[in-house]
T-cell receptor, first 111, second 115 residues
Framework: SQTIHQWPATLVQPVGSPLSLECTVE??????LYWYRQAAGRGLQLLFY??????ISSEVPQNLSASRPQDRQFILSSKKLLLSDSGFYLC??????????FGPGTRLLVL | AQTVTQSQPEMSVQEAETVTLSCTYD???????LFWYKQPPSRQMILVIR??????QNATENRFSVNFQKAAKSFSLKISDSQLGDAAMYFC????????????FGEGTQLTVNP
């Protein structure tokens, strides 16, 4: 069966520091991968998606970037965090079928 | 562009009672999927139920059922015999059948279950 991992689970970072969040998927190959952000009490905003290694599409202009160095690895990064980058970050995958499946998420607090 | 609207930011229900969460959407497509996701306090996104637009029969999963009105672009979720564990944020989501699975989410409805 497929499994999706995210780490870290929780992160507290100062403003201006770099960021690297990692997402990996097991049990499937060549999935579509997605990064979402969720502000407190709000819906999910799609940030990036990837249909293959090195292929990244950005949905909204922002302080973040994404990379896909391996088939089942998706990384969300920032060179300098802003206060507004705080939120809950969810990774999801899709490989045919009807819907996406989500990882456990990372809580990011920027102080 | 597709949009999904959940007009009820908060709902509450007594344990063992029935509650209905509303969702409307806007699309020019005729073939698509609709979903309800549950997000408990752990914030894990859990798929509750799915509906294919070309199917007229409403989907049912145990205590969860939907009322899909395609012409009205309405997709409500009914939870019967509500349990304390049903307390969560519920998100309605839309996906075009041919889009490669990009999901569009509503803003969510926070459901409280009172003992």
């Amino acid at each position: 069966s497929q499994t999706i991992h995210q780490w870290p689970a929780t992160l507290v970072q100062p403003v201006g520091s770099p960021l690297s969040l990692e997402c990996t998927v097991e049990g499937t190959s060549n999935p579509n991968l997605y990064w979402y952000r969720q502000a407190a009490g709000r819906g999910l905003q799609l940030l990036f998606y990837s249909v293959g290694i090195g292929q990244i599409s950005s949905e909204v202009p922002q302080n973040l970037s994404a990379s896909r160095p391996q088939d089942r690895q998706f990384i969300l990064s920032s060179k300098k965090l802003l206060l507004s980058d705080s939120g809950f970050y969810l990774c999801a995958w899709w490989r045919g079928g009807e819907t996406q499946y989500f990882g456990p998420g990372t809580r990011l607090l920027v102080l | 562009a597709q949009t999904v609207t959940q007009s009820q930011p908060e709902m509450s229900v007594q344990e063992a009672e029935t509650v209905t969460l509303s969702c409307t959407y806007d699309t020019s497509e005729s073939d698509y999927y609709l979903f309800w996701y549950k997000q408990p306090p752990s914030r894990q996104m859990i798929l509750v139920i799915r509906q294919e637009a070309y199917k007229q029969q409403n989907a049912t999963e145990n205590r969860f059922s939907v009322n899909f009105q395609k012409a009205a672009k309405s997709f409500s979720l009914k939870i019967s015999d509500s349990q304390l564990g049903d307390a969560a944020m519920y998100f309605c989501a839309y996906r075009r059948r041919t889009s490669g699975s990009r999901l569009t989410f509503g803003e969510g409805t926070q459901l409280t279950v009172n003992p």
